[in-house]
């Protein structure tokens, strides 16, 4: 990293978790400090976390402290205070720790050619957690605009675990040129130690992502120093967090943290963890990335890791030293999560990662960085998307599209030109533009940043003690007297008022809060190593005997699919008929698809009743028995369909909403007053209503499609799956339920029932009913 940085070079560096990659990031800051110093803005160092800013500002300011030297080391994210802020612009520290929104905003004010003109190096830590998402592209049109103001900029990535480094070198580099950009590698350092927890060789036929194993999992913390239990979600970690403290016979300190809770508590437990006070700690991908907490000697995952990047990344939080293995155990919570959870398994033994895709830049987050630019100053239109041009996502960006964007900026769109708020940009003499009126850059500042949260409500002691917030979905399906799980408590609902909700902790069973967005599916590459298992007999003999009888029965009373073969059981089950795909293409295409079917269903007379989906399969049930499957799932479904189902449905409003913000079309706030998000919601809605009808072509609902398209509708699987079904379709008309369709089965049952202890009894009852129906060989 010396070298490269003596060179002058940009470079990638790429090393496991705990050798020491950060620290190697900045030695050459330290050194060129050392030799040339100077009292301005040196090193920007940019993460994707605010905690892991505060963490590397920690673990940064003792090699400074014990080697004396008179360097500034400080951290600007959204928790910065705004005095803080406004002294950092006049007299910055030497190194700033920040994030992609927080470096956009500075960029935006005039004076942010002065603070930067001297910046000789940019970091970007964990470059493989944004560069393929929209903050990627933000935080690559900033790195270029520095670029343009500190033409002697050195820009380097670091990253742990990756599968296609060319790809990200290319992404960090001018131009997209990857040969600007020096690869170097660490040492692989120490195989991890993974294992898969199976309570009495018993794995559950359904169930949530290990929860049947809380008091297994609460020995395994009982037995280390310190254990990080890593849930899927944010619902699942509170409802984790329940089940190990039923369990804690030995009341030892154990904790919670993920991204809703309360900045205060947050802070409480990361400070907790690194003094070493906690003996576990549950945590969803709030913590994944590098947080350096040295005393942590086994990471739990609950239920599937979902790919082998995310579950190396994971498990690198234990020993985050290079010489010493890594311990890590996943715990399955059914047969299907078993096999992922082997398959994840395997590819590290193969050393075969995640395949990392790259997609064009957004054109939402392009319209926001080019107000920013126009708020520090104006500027002309050729040198601009010069500049934007060579981010490597906007590389290939059209003239065309450009100028649309600019003229969206400039009156809204056709539609919505009328109307003076949505002019913010003015022609400024040739080829130039600048903005509208001062308060544009006001209202930018109030307003830029790319996490689109649902609408939120706070969560509140009446002494006003601020737990956390929760969506706005969510508490609308609550009432006075109802009792939920939050930050670790069971809380009861006092009241609603003004964005609040008003509680006071109880001991009584409560519900769990749940959380819109999109759900993690498997990897397509487990995906693909889950249908070789299937098919694959000499592996089952590494199976647990329940898991292995499962497959063995499902091959005698129906089949086991190719890895190419689409499977498609047909059966009747208490007066219903039931279609079960097992498709592996992950829940949110399946569930996409279930809407499609069921539609389907409707026109040809099948008389549907529901669906449902997990990450393995879906299964569709209605009244009427379904004789022909292929007919249900032929590609042409992917065409007017699927645009009619998505321009109906939710999915294009919540895509259009989120663009509209991040585009600056739709505020959510003004000076001293935030808008709920009923608000905002209505007003994207109004909009979205307008353009539908008067430019269906506009710039921002081209924008949502390609969003619904990519994250929300998976369509790339969903091409696959259908494409799969019409060539190699394996239809099995069952006699009854079969091993394989259980856990798809149980869930329907679950659908039916209301939340609480209750019905999870009941549930367990049904699945082992449930289970002797479709093992019996009769």
């Not at 010396?2 to 620290?23: C, F, P, Q, S, W």
């Not at 402290?65 to 205070?81: C, K």
């Not at 919570?333 to 995640?354: K, P, Q, S, T, V």
Request: glycine fraction near 8%; aromatic fraction near 6%.
């Amino acid at each position: 990293m010396l070298d490269a940085a003596r060179a002058g070079e940009h470079v990638l560096l790429v090393a496991a978790t705990g050798a020491g990659k950060t620290l190697a990031g900045f030695l050459p800051t330290l050194v060129d400090l050392i030799e040339r110093p100077t009292t301005g803005l040196h090193t920007l160092y940019v993460s994707p976390l605010k905690a892991l800013a505060v963490d590397v500002q920690r673990n940064l300011l003792t090699p400074i402290e014990e080697m004396g030297l008179d360097l500034r080391v400080e951290t600007r994210t959204g928790d910065t205070p705004s005095d803080r802020k406004a002294r950092q612009r006049v007299r910055p520290p030497q190194i700033l720790l920040t994030t992609p929104e927080s470096l956009s905003l500075l960029l935006s004010y005039p004076d942010s050619g002065l603070l930067f003109e001297n910046l000789r190096t940019i970091v970007v830590d964990e470059i493989h957690a944004f560069a393929r998402e929209k903050r990627g592209d933000l935080l690559s049109l900033s790195i270029a605009r520095l670029q343009r103001l500190a033409s002697n900029l050195r820009r380097v990535g670091l990253s742990a675990t990756i599968s296609d480094s060319e790809a990200y070198r290319g992404w960090l580099a001018p131009d997209a040129d990857q040969e600007l950009v020096r690869l170097v590698e660490g040492d692989p350092g120490a195989e991890p130690n993974l294992s898969i927890l199976i309570p009495e060789n018993r794995i559950p036929w359904s169930g949530h992502s290990g929860r049947h194993a809380a008091r297994e999992v609460m020995e395994l913390i009982e037995t280390h120093q310190t254990t990080l239990v890593f849930c899927n979600t944010r619902s699942l970690a509170e409802l984790i967090f329940q089940d190990l403290w039923a369990v804690n016979d030995k009341a030892l300190a154990i904790g919670i943290h993920h991204g809703s809770l309360a900045l205060e508590a947050r802070r409480k437990v990361e400070a907790a963890m690194a003094a070493g006070k906690l003996r576990g700690l549950v945590a969803t991908s709030s913590l994944d990335l590098g947080i350096d907490w040295g005393d942590i000697d086994l990471v739990v995952q609950m239920g599937a890791p979902k790919g082998s990047s995310r579950l190396l990344q994971r498990i690198g939080r234990a020993n985050h030293r290079l010489d010493e293995p890594s311990k890590g155990v996943i715990v399955p919570g059914n047969r299907f999560e078993y096999l992922e959870a082997r398959a994840a398994l395997d590819a590290i033994d193969d050393g075969e990662l995640d395949p990392e895709i790259f997609r064009p830049g957004a054109l939402d987050v392009l319209a926001q960085h080019i107000l920013a630019v126009a708020c520090a100053a104006p500027f002309k239109e050729p040198d601009l998307l010069a500049e934007v041009r060579s981010a490597a996502p906007y590389a290939g960006l059209s003239e065309e599209t450009f100028t649309e964007i600019l003229n969206f900026i400039a009156t809204g769109g056709y539609a919505l030109r009328a109307y003076d708020k949505y002019r913010r940009l003015v022609p400024d003499g040739p080829e130039g533009w600048r903005i509208a009126r001062p308060v544009v850059a006001l209202q930018h500042r109030l307003n830029a940043g790319i996490i689109v949260e649902q609408p939120l409500l706070a969560v509140r002691f009446k002494n006003g003690r601020k737990l956390g917030t929760v969506e706005e979905g969510f508490a609308s399906t609550l009432t006075p007297g109802d009792h939920f799980f939050f930050a670790g408590l069971s809380l009861e609902v006092e009241r609603i008022k003004d964005g609040d909700i008003l509680v006071h902790a109880s001991s009584k069973s409560a519900r769990i809060v749940t959380y819109g967005g999109q759900r993690m599916s498997m990897s397509t590459h487990l995906a693909n190593r889950v249908r070789h298992m299937l098919c694959d007999r000499n592996a089952w003999i590494r199976f647990p005997d329940d898991v292995r009888e499962w497959l063995e029965v499902q091959g005698e009373r129906s089949t086991l699919p190719e890895p190419h073969e689409l499977l498609v059981e047909t059966f009747a089950h208490h007066g219903r008929h039931y279609m079960v795909a097992y498709s592996f293409e992950g829940w949110n295409a399946h569930q996409s698809l279930g809407m499609l079917i069921t539609r389907r269903m409707e026109n040809a007379g099948l008389k549907p009743l529901g669906f449902v989906a997990n990450d393995y399969g879906l299964a569709c049930y209605g009244l009427e028995p379904i004789r022909d499957p292929r007919a249900l799932f032929s590609p042409d479904i992917l065409e007017k369909e699927f645009v009619d189902w998505v321009e109906q449905s939710y999915l294009l409003k919540t895509a259009f909403r989120e663009v509209a913000v991040i585009g600056g079309l739709v505020e959510r706030q003004h000076p001293g007053k935030r808008k709920t998000g009923r608000q905002v919601s209505f007003s994207t809605d109004l909009i979205y209503d307008v353009l539908r009808r008067y430019e269906p072509e506009h710039l921002l609902l081209r924008a949502a499609w390609s969003d619904a398209r990519a994250r929300m509708t998976e369509l790339g699987r969903l091409v696959r799956l259908v494409d799969r079904a019409s060539a190699t379709m394996v239809h099995v008309e069952a006699d009854r339920i079969t091993p394989m369709a259980v856990p798809l089965m149980v869930i329907v049952g679950r659908e039916a029932m209301p939340p609480g202890g209750e019905a999870d009894e009941s549930l367990l009852v049904e699945a082992e009913a449930l289970a002797a129906e479709a093992m019996r060989l009769d």
